[in-house]
């Protein structure tokens, strides 16, 4: 027996050499190309900071993904 089929026949997971190529929008497209999560926009919007918001980050969090996240600020 293979590797790949006793890891099958230990965890009942299918092997992933037998899956076919993944599905979806290429790699690298820009966030405002998702689509829509039940209704709902795909990424949430906040500020870091009201405190001080010189120093405030823009942060997105994905609404499909949970702790997919992406940070931006301004160093001007």
Known sequence: MEEHEALHALTG?????????????????????????????????R?????LPEFA???LSSNLWP???AVANSSG
Do not use: K, M, N
């Open 13 to 45: 997971l299918p092997d992933a050499r037998a899956a076919g190529p993944e599905r979806g929008p290429s790699i690298l497209t820009r966030i405002s190309q998702d689509l829509p999560v039940l209704g709902v926009a795909a990424w949430s919007g």
């Open 57 to 59: 980050c823009a942060i």
């Open 67 to 69: 702790g997919a996240h």
């Open 47 to 51: 500020i870091s900071s009201t405190l």
